[in-house]
């Protein structure tokens, strides 16, 4: 059975749809890479699962934890879920810090709250965790002040705090786009020996296909508010099945051979969310675009072990606009 | 607070300045050669600083030195509370209307937006009125007023903080409202708050005299440095010292107060990076 099931989530922002039928599945003990550039819906799909999208936000479909609906849940609810059950690492380890309190206080109080904890406990079961992500001195660094810290070891904190309620599922909204290359992926590390220790299922949302290719089991593509394409970390990056994924691995950088001029990019701009295209919303940049594509969205459906949502190679009687297959995951 | 800030010298000089004028506040009455309200028959009225009055004597002959330590024990008590009830009331209207939002903040300002358009002369008569002249509804009238400023301030803190990520961080750990505006919101309000805090003091000791001034405020024989200022202005051109002396001690703690807030809200602002 799922830990989390994502059902026809569309979220509208007054006029502007910014995610439009997103669905997927974790298992427990699955890591799930969720992949696309800036406003195509990822951390909005984050945001929607934890419930803090503002209240003037639309928010339609469904969001299930194991069998407990969260959508629509009232706040006493969602407040026993979040920080026990799912846990959330932000961005930015700058801003994610009280920097009024003690790295000790602010890691103790998701205990004190979930648990009842006595504070002496919950800090001594937070020394263990600063210890797991690797932080030296554990004892020393609850005493210190966020600023004290550096922005890798922010992280960790962060991550660790996320940890403190042994949460069964962990969203990482772009872990490590705020350090430089070493410390990520050094933080990268230590979020995977976590996982596959505690049995953690992880949401990992990056733009960046290297994290995914090393961090997640399955990953998911999304464009322009949708998932177009959705499989096996591996598979999907050596047999993209979806063009926007192809275009997407073709934009890597080279180490080998001579290299370009100018670095390959994807030709025009993603759609503005409130201009969408008609029928798919890739087809203006697509190398291989058809006449159905510009008239009918096509439908995300799975084929063997993969789901895409895509014209290209289906047979041609199908231009259904109708269900969503929602098995693929 | 932390020890280091007093190695500041903007920071300890004002605090130390204010230390003083409390103390002789507190202990002035107690060292002063006769009570405050007691005539010295010997000397001459309004006698010239001496040995025997080191601030000299008022027009009744009444030991300046005592009356205006007296008269700061009143002004500051008016600045205490008034800060006191600033920060009780402020902090709690201003996070609380600022952390809900929505209408709970509508209803929650326009009741602060009503106190603010009250004419606060009209209001302070009314409780004259009312009550009669009694030193306490000096304290009343400044206290339910001097509350707004730090509401509105607290509010729009509040609302800036609210998109602060380590907030949202706090919601998805998990935590109630109660636990999150405690813990997280106020604390890291503590800066504006000081700074608001320091320039309410001086504002409730300015009002004070003001209503002394015009008679509203402290009654004869107890006085207070706006009283003082005010008997003394009158008689200025014959006794300066009768309004130097309470003058100067309404300034310089006017300027401690709004020299250490400055300092204060340089020093507290929370390294971020």
């Known amino acids: 059975m799922s830990l989390l099931t994502v059902d026809a989530l569309r979220v509208r922002h007054r006029a502007v749809t910014v995610l439009d039928g997103v669905s997927f599945a974790i298992a427990a003990g699955e890591s799930l890479g969720l992949v696309g550039e800036s406003g195509s819906g990822k951390s909005q799909t984050a945001l929607a699962v934890l419930g803090l999208l503002p209240g003037t936000a639309t928010v339609e479909g469904s969001i299930r934890f194991r069998d407990e609906e969260l959508l629509g849940a009232g706040r006493a609810q969602l407040d026993r879920v979040r920080g026990s059950r799912i846990a959330m690492v932000f961005q930015d380890p700058m801003s994610s810090l009280n920097p009024y309190l003690r790295i000790g206080v602010q890691m103790a109080e998701v205990l004190q709250q979930h ?25 020393r660094r609850l005493t210190q002040y966020p600023h004290e810290l550096s922005g890798g070891m922010r992280q960790r904190v962060l991550i660790a705090m996320a940890l403190m309620a042994q949460p069964e599922l962990l969203i990482a909204d772009e872990p490590t786009t705020a350090l430089d290359v070493s410390v990520q992926a050094e933080v990268l590390a230590v979020l995977d020996d976590l996982r596959r220790d505690l049995g953690l299922a992880l949401l990992l949302i990056t ?50 051979g001579p290299r370009p001029i100018r670095l390959p990019s994807i030709a025009g701009q993603p759609p503005d969310p409130a201009r969408r295209p008609q029928g798919c919303a890739f087809s203006p940049r697509c190398q291989q675009v058809m006449p159905i594509c510009r008239t009918h969205a096509p439908v995300l459906r799975q084929q063997r072990d993969r789901s895409r949502a895509c014209h290209v190679g289906d047979e041609p009687s199908l231009p259904t606009d109708g269900a969503v297959d929602r098995n693929f995951a | 607070m932390k020890p280091a800030l007093l190695r500041q010298p903007a920071i300890a000089v004002p605090a130390a300045i204010l230390l003083l004028i409390v103390l002789l506040a507190v202990i002035g009455p107690w060292l002063a050669p006769q009570p405050f309200d007691a005539i010295d028959f010997d000397a001459e009225w309004g006698a010239a600083p001496s040995a025997a009055h080191p601030f000299g004597t008022d027009d009744l002959g009444r030991d300046l030195f005592a009356r205006v330590c007296i008269g700061g024990r009143l002004s500051l008590a008016v600045g205490l509370v008034s800060t006191l009830v600033s920060l009780a009331i402020g902090i709690a209207w201003g996070a609380v209307a600022g952390w809900f939002g929505g209408r709970v903040d509508a209803v929650m300002m326009r009741v602060v937006d009503i106190l603010y358009a009250l004419p606060f002369m009209f209001f302070v008569i009314l409780l004259m009125v009312l009550f009669g002249r009694h030193e306490l509804l000096i304290f009343v009238a400044i206290g339910a007023v001097s509350w707004l400023d ?11 903080l609210r998109r602060q990520p380590f907030i949202d961080a706090a919601v998805v750990s998990g935590l109630g409202n109660a636990a999150i505006l405690v813990r997280h919101v106020v604390p890291n309000l503590l800066g504006v708050v000081i700074v608001c805090a320091t320039l309410t003091v001086p504002q409730a000791i300015l009002v004070e005299s003001f209503l002394s001034f015009l008679g509203l405020g402290i009654q ?50 929370a390294p971020r990076r």
Do not use: K
Request: aromatic fraction near 6%.
């Open chain 1, 115 to 139: 648990r009842g904890s006595s504070r002496a406990a919950a800090l001594h079961a937070a020394a263990r965790l600063l210890d797991a992500v690797r932080i030296s001195d554990p004892r």
């Open chain 1, 207 to 256: 733009h960046d296909l290297g994290v995914v290719s090393g961090n997640c089991e399955r990953m998911a593509v999304m464009y322009a508010g949708r998932i177009v394409e959705a499989g096996n970390t591996a598979d999907v990056l050596t047999r993209p099945a979806h063009p926007y994924t192809a275009a997407l691995l073709a934009t890597r950088p080279v180490l080998e």
């Open chain 2, 150 to 160: 730090m509401a509105r301030i607290v509010r729009g803190q509040t609302l800036a």
């Open chain 2, 220 to 269: 004869e024989p107890a006085t207070s440095w706006g009283a003082l200022v005010n008997d003394g202005a009158r008689a200025m051109e014959a006794t300066p010292w009768g309004l130097i002396f309470p003058a100067g001690f309404l300034v310089l703690t006017l300027l401690a107060f709004n020299w250490l807030g400055d300092a204060l809200r340089a020093a507290l602002d």
